[in-house]
């Protein structure tokens, strides 16, 4: 595997990658990486697990068959939204099976807490004003 952010090749070692998104407004942004071939024409597919067991951890593709001496790009994605996760640190690992080789990739994904909402009370007879504040990306 190829680290697409400093083009280091990792044929059987370990790879870290880290996300960080806001809980309630924001996923983090997606990351790449590259699957390389050093020998023959060879099929590769990941295996992916989350320490929690929710389902914020994607690869897109996730299987692939690949030339002798090509690349092939992979992104990675993680999910705080869809997955409604609390503020907090979340760990995963995507496992890479490329012929009779593993590669373990190693992900960990940190939510940080939303902004709290503001809220304005006034005497009985007055109105309460709430509003939440938002991040734009």
Known sequence: IRDSRTGRMYPHKQQEYSFTGVAGI?????QALTVSNC?????????????NNVNWLS???TIGVINGAATQSVTISASNLKTQLPAGTYGGRILF????NQVNVYVTLTVEP????????????????????SFAT
Do not use: E, H, M, R
């Open 26 to 30: 924001s996923d983090p942004q997606t």
């Open 39 to 51: 020998g023959i024409v060879g099929s590769w597919s990941t295996v992916i697990s989350t320490y």
């Open 59 to 61: 690869v897109s593709p």
């Open 97 to 100: 099976n490329i012929g009779s």
């Open 114 to 133: 939303g902004p709290k909402p503001l809220t304005f009370t006034g005497p009985a007879n007055a109105v309460n004003i709430t509003w939440s504040c």
